[in-house]
């Protein structure tokens, strides 16, 4: 069975928390450290969510593209992101930063964590095939090293 769209589902999902995440860390106060991990869990989320800008040069805005189609440059500087080991230490690593003590913080990094977690054990379950995007980067990865 292909779960393709549910994992990417799951993905868009936790860009979102990231994202809602780090604008949780400016309050109820806003300092330094807040700031910081605030604005880079947005990237992290905004990452996951968009992939960033579009690999044509047009520079606009591509929604879902980490999630629909693969930039070159993502495969090369985070390959990490296209295994299910890989993804789920990201967002384990993810969800421990969110977590303290508002409950606006520990809800979306427990799910980002749990989330982690389980991709993390479906690393080790080989009937669940990966989703056809990292398949894809394993592929494109190959092709380079010729």
């Given at each position: 069975m292909d779960y393709s769209d549910v994992?990417?589902?799951?993905?868009?999902?936790?860009?979102?928390?990231?994202?809602?995440?780090?604008?949780?860390?400016?309050?109820?106060?806003?300092?330094?450290?807040?700031?910081?991990?605030?604005?880079?869990?947005?990237?992290?989320?905004?990452?996951?969510?968009?992939?960033?800008?579009?690999?044509?040069?047009?520079?606009?805005?591509?929604?879902?593209?980490?999630?629909?189609?693969?930039?070159?440059?993502v495969s090369r500087y985070a390959s990490f992101l296209f295994s299910f080991l890989g993804r789920g230490v990201f967002y384990v690593f993810v969800g421990c930063i969110l977590l303290h003590k508002p409950w606006f913080h520990i809800v979306p990094g427990t799910i980002i964590g749990v989330v982690g977690l389980a991709y993390v054990v479906l690393e080790f379950i080989p009937s669940i095939e990966p989703p056809h995007n990292m398949r894809d980067a394993d592929n494109a990865w190959g092709a380079e090293q010729v």
């Open positions: 994992f990417r589902l799951v993905n868009l999902v936790i860009g979102v928390l990231m994202v809602l995440g780090g604008v949780g860390q400016f309050f109820p106060e806003l300092g330094f450290q807040a700031i910081v991990i605030g604005v880079y869990v947005m990237v992290f989320g905004l990452g996951i969510w968009t992939g960033g800008i579009c690999a044509d040069g047009g520079g606009r805005p591509a929604i879902g593209l980490l999630e629909f189609q693969i930039p070159p440059y």
